[in-house]
């Protein structure tokens, strides 16, 4: 087909000659193999560094859906819940309301149930309860984010630590071979830069996941300080109905 078209060719332009067509043919070929050049083949060049990027990738993913699930479910809270156990301290059913704690799914309630255990005792000690629980549900929702936080930092540094050594062994085959080639100096440092951008788009990618988990953080803790605020308002003023 090719050739049936470059024969239609020189017969309409004779100033078309056999070598430029076959100059023309030979850049077609180069494009055809550029567009077939893929992302995986380019990340295939990075060598053995792309590796460890890749599992660092993999754990920031699995651990950002895990945190991702639990936060979302510690920082739930059905808006009937407090409303249930005002109800309940002021028929005087303190036990009740304690059970109804136990059997809620909402890791809140762990606080109105620490709460509830000490009413009789002095307001400030059920505010020191509260809080001590408090700090026990962030510390679980805060659990293993750290190393969210330490792959976005890791990740660019094996992506620059690989172009290092890939800088290195492409001077050190230049030396071996006792003569500058442009094309070999070029091909070694391009295909050794994608360890610096796969690196750095990781620790990007993993940042941004961080950041997400912190705000639900954030979020959840105001959530369960404004719950605690309203419970004690309650404890304070049991006979206002």
Not at 104 to 117: N, Y
Not at 195 to 212: D, E, R
């Amino acid at each position: 087909m090719l050739a049936t078209l470059n024969s239609i060719l020189l017969q309409a332009n004779p100033s078309i000659t056999p070598d430029s067509v076959a100059t023309n043919n030979g850049l077609n070929n180069v494009h055809a193999s550029d567009a077939s050049f893929t992302i995986i083949d380019l990340l295939m060049k990075g060598g053995w560094v792309m590796i460890p990027i890749a599992v660092l990738f993999a754990v920031s993913v699995f651990m950002f859906i895990e945190r991702y699930l639990y936060i979302s479910k510690a920082a739930k809270l059905d808006s009937n819940f407090l409303f249930t156990i005002k109800e309940m301290l002021y028929s005087g059913n303190v036990q009740g309301a304690i059970n109804y704690c136990k059997t809620s799914r909402f890791p809140i309630a762990k606080l109105l149930e620490k709460g509830l255990t000490r009413i009789g005792s002095p307001i400030r000690d059920i505010e020191n309860a509260i809080e001590n629980t408090a700090r026990v549900e962030i510390y679980n929702m805060e659990k293993n984010l750290g190393i969210l936080n330490a792959i976005a930092r890791i990740a660019p540094m094996f992506g620059f630590l690989g172009t290092v050594t890939g800088m290195i062994r492409t001077f050190h085959n230049i030396s071996i071979a006792n003569k500058i080639d442009i094309s070999t100096i070029a091909g070694g440092i391009y295909e050794k830069m994608v360890t610096s951008a796969t690196g750095l788009i990781v620790g990007i990618i993993a940042y941004f996941l961080y950041t997400i988990l912190t705000a639900m953080i954030d979020r959840g803790v105001n959530k369960m300080e404004m719950t605690a605020i309203d419970f004690l308002d309650i404890l304070h003023k049991p006979a206002s109905k």
